[in-house]
């Protein structure tokens, strides 16, 4: 009878020590989770801010490219209307 109770207690202690190993994974599955949660945060943060002024200035540049392409136009247009109205 007492071998029995012994090897019940052995069986139980088996089982609770896997259970809380269980539990020990499953919490740092968590927490690493969460750690990595914060810093893809931070990195993503630090991203926009180094790409914000190099969209500015690509902002910037095309709307300078887009004037002078205007300009561009309305001088193509003046020059063809002096063309047509000379006469060779």
């Excluded at 207690?9 to 914060?38: E, G, H, P």
């Excluded at 690509?58 to 000379?86: C, P, W």
């Amino acid at each position: 009878m007492e071998i029995l109770s012994i090897e019940l207690m052995i069986v139980c202690q088996l089982i609770i020590t896997l259970i809380v190993i269980v539990f020990i994974l499953i919490f740092l599955k968590k927490l690493k989770t969460n750690v990595q949660d914060d810093v893809s945060g931070e990195i993503a943060e630090q991203v926009v801010n180094m790409l914000e002024p190099l969209i500015k200035d690509a902002d910037s540049v095309a709307m300078t490219f887009e004037n002078q392409i205007k300009e561009k136009h309305y001088l193509i247009k003046k020059l063809n209307e002096r063309l047509a109205g000379s006469n060779f």
